[in-house]
């Protein structure tokens, strides 16, 4: 299984998640295996890639079909808990950005 997204031709949406882990579990493996299923039954979701280093560093990038699409993933209750955990749990800081993907080009070969 590739760890690439099979993603459409653009456009689509990329929500990028990095974030800085805090120390301990508590229930974020858990957490994040159920936020990951549930993203895939959502309409319009497209993929995820995600990495994380041995410091707690993490980036995840979802992709969606449209804007109206990422905006029903962010407001999923169970979503919701998960973004409260987020805060007040599992990281000490995190940004969050949205980008609207207009060309993409795969490689090695590239474009």
Known sequence: MSRFAPLPEPPYYA???TAQRTE???????MADQMGEL???QPGYLGVESTR???GLGITVSYWADEDSLKGWKDVAQHLLAQKLGKTRWYSYYTLRV???ERAYAGPEGR
């Open 99 to 101: 980008a609207k993907v």
């Open 24 to 30: 301990g579990d508590f229930g974020y493996g858990a």
């Open 53 to 55: 280093d041995d410091a």
């Open 15 to 17: 929500v990028i998640f």
């Open 39 to 41: 993203a895939q039954n």
